[in-house]
């Protein structure tokens, strides 16, 4: 059976992993799926590391955990998580990088890597790799990056059924970060190399 498509939302505390997960959740809902959200807090307070589990599936019946190899998408909010998350997972699993540095809990300042040595690092492993910073970097990234992600049609859901569900959760304001991602990203065109993750997994049918 074509398990769920596994999203994993990686970040640090204060950056609302959760509350994009919540996101993705209700506007899979409003189509008609079945979503999970798994929550791994640990630290989760500002400066820890955050990770979020979202599984769309066609069907009840599945678990809320998945292994690593079936996340189909890594979505973090800040690129050191990025390294974290990555680690445990194929090859082919698509990674959406979203953000600037935020030291994490145990992280110095004179270690932290370089972002663009980071970034190689991943492109190496991850050849469908996509980096993206918001131009304000006052704002949590986590609704930038969910408009990111709804304009590569990685989630397979419509992408005003994200809107609308934005703009009644999150109101003006996280509606104006989610069409920036959005914005951002159709620039970049590379929409056609993400939209088949979706279609792969065809959300556990």
Not at 5 to 12: D, E, N, R, T
Not at 55 to 60: F, H, N
Not at 177 to 196: E, M
């Amino acid at each position: 059976m074509t398990p769920p498509l596994g999203i994993q939302i990686a970040g640090v505390g204060g950056q609302g992993a959760s509350r994009a997960a919540g996101v993705l959740a209700a506007a899979a809902l409003q189509s008609g799926l079945f979503p999970t959200v798994l929550e791994g807090r640990g630290l989760a307070v500002r400066g820890g590391a955050v990770n979020v589990l979202v599984r769309l599936a066609g069907k009840t019946g599945h678990a809320p955990r998945c292994a690593p190899g079936d996340v189909h998408v890594i979505v973090a909010l800040e690129p050191m998580e990025a390294v974290r998350a990555a680690m445990w997972h194929r090859p082919d699993t698509a990674l959406l990088v979203v953000g600037s540095p935020v030291l994490p809990a145990g992280v110095f300042h004179d270690r932290y890597p370089v972002p663009a040595a980071i970034a190689a690092c991943l492109q190496q492993r991850h050849s469908r790799s996509l980096f993206v910073v918001p131009a304000d970097c006052r704002r949590p990234p986590n609704l930038f990056a969910v408009g990111a992600l709804a304009c590569l049609g990685a989630t397979g859901l419509d992408r005003m059924v994200i809107r609308m569900t934005v703009e009644r959760e999150m109101g003006p304001d996280g509606l104006a970060d989610f069409d920036a991602g959005w914005r951002d990203v159709a620039a970049l065109g590379k929409q056609d190399a993400w939209r088949s993750i979706a279609e792969q997994s065809a959300f556990g049918c």
